[in-house]
């Protein structure tokens, strides 16, 4: 059984979209980028961490499979983690206007079977936005609990010039990657 170590929405979503059954598991992870590490490792700590916590928070009877993810925004070595409030929303979206940014997304599974991992990166261009812009894409609440303060699966796709790299990846769960993932543990056919 599947279990996602997640809060967020829209990887359910991504999950219901390819068909895996799976339960919701509740853990609570410190995100908070170490001194000299670089945006992939820490990305990539925290999604592990959430999957180790959702694997130790159970008891493993069965066959048991945690799936923790994480999403950044990244510019210039910077990361834009959610905005905290109004203000942090709309200081992301200024500096990531006409500027092509990264998002890495990474997966982790936790298993009996051990622990594997798949990431993707994706660059991802915006249009130059005005400030009355800004304030009126942050006015309607969407930058709130989305890294960079957008979402390329809502308004935020109004923002968006170009994209390279993977569009679920950039929502939060690149489904190519955890597909592939899923298939080793099992949980979906070759
Ligand atoms: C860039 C971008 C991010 N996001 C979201 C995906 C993630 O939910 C969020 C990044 O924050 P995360 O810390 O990766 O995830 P989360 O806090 O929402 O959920 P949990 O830790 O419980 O797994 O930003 C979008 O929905 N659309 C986008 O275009």
Not at 57 to 68: F, M, P, T
């Amino acid at each position: 059984m599947l279990h996602l170590a997640s809060q967020s929405p829209r990887r359910r979503q991504l999950l219901e979209q390819i068909g895996v059954a799976f339960a919701v598991l509740q853990v609570d992870v410190a995100e908070q980028r170490a001194a000299n590490e670089s945006p992939r490792d820490y990305v990539s700590r925290v999604a592990c961490d959430k999957a180790r916590a959702g694997w130790a928070s159970l008891d493993h009877a069965g066959d048991v499979v945690v799936l923790g993810a994480d999403t950044e925004v990244v510019l210039d070595d910077e990361v834009f983690g959610k905005p905290r409030d109004a203000d942090a929303a709309a200081a992301m979206l200024r500096r990531l206007s006409g500027r092509t940014h990264a998002v890495i997304s990474v997966v982790w599974l936790v298993g009996a079977a051990g622990e594997q991992c798949g990431s993707c990166v994706s660059q991802v261009r915006f249009a130059q936005l005005d400030e009355p812009t800004i304030a009126a894409y942050v006015a309607t609440g969407e930058p709130f609990g989305k890294a960079g303060a957008y979402a390329i699966q809502g308004r935020g796709a109004m923002l968006v010039e170009h994209l390279q790299g993977s569009y679920s990846g950039v929502m939060g769960l690149p489904v190519f990657e955890t597909a592939r993932l899923l298939r080793r543990f099992g949980i979906i056919p070759p």
